[in-house]
């Protein structure tokens, strides 16, 4: 119903509970040394909570094109996030920086069409992460490149375009394709960058 509720285990009974938000709160995550905890929502965005404060968010970061469906935390400041419009995408929380793209579950036979991200977990080294999706197989992704990124050069994170009154509204696929197309590849991902394409020619 879109709220945060804690537990006293050794009370055996309810805690603290957060304010209801708009949308589902789909899946959690502890960073920085334990002392936050973020939650991602149905709405695209992700809300930080301050640990043994979960009445009411301390931070709000938007910028995914569709729900969160899931999140681990890499490190203290870097997580990855489950999206439902078929993309695994890093983030640096401080500064919030979409780092970009680490790869997708995408459909055979020439299908264009990428699989919502289900469920993600890391191993205990924070080298690999496993992913799956509706297409019935588990993904391993190589995200050690991570760690020698300068996280102050990535992007900020994606804004759906602002539209004028009386402009027609897009349809949700073509801001999600806008959305993919302006994200940054990272080496992991099995699709490249546009600007790629073109670094052959100056050589």
């Known amino acids: 119903e879109g709220t945060i509720q804690s537990f006293n285990v050794r009370g055996k009974r309810p805690d603290l509970q957060s304010e209801q938000y708009d949308s589902e709160l789909t899946s959690l995550a502890i960073v920085q040394r334990n002392s936050k905890l973020v ?4 709405n695209g965005r992700l ?23 899931d999140i681990v935390a890499v490190t203290d400041n870097v997580i990855v996030t489950a999206c439902e419009d078929g ?18 579950h995408h459909g055979d036979g020439g299908r264009a069409v990428d699989f919502p991200i289900e469920k993600l977990d890391v191993s205990g080294s ?8 509706h297409d019935q ?7 050690s490149y991570l760690e020698q990124m300068d ?3 990535t992007r900020k994170p994606y804004l759906q375009p602002k539209i004028q009154k009386g402009a027609k509204t897009r349809r ?5 394709l806008q959305a993919r197309e302006d994200e ?3 080496p992991s991902s099995n699709r490249g960058n546009r600007k790629e394409f073109f670094s052959s020619l100056n050589e």
Do not use: C
């Open 39 to 42: 939650a991602g929502g149905g």
């Open 47 to 69: 809300y930080m909570f301050n640990w043994g404060e979960f009445g009411y968010h301390s931070a709000e970061f938007p910028g995914h094109p569709d729900a969160v469906n």
């Open 87 to 104: 993309a695994i995408r890093a983030l640096h929380l401080y500064p919030h920086r979409f780092i970009g793209t680490i790869g997708h």
């Open 126 to 133: 924070g080298n690999v992460i496993a992913s799956t999706s």
């Open 137 to 143: 197989r588990i993904k391993f992704w190589n995200i």
């Open 151 to 153: 996280y102050e050069k």
């Open 172 to 176: 949700k696929d073509a801001k999600m």
């Open 184 to 186: 940054h590849q990272l």
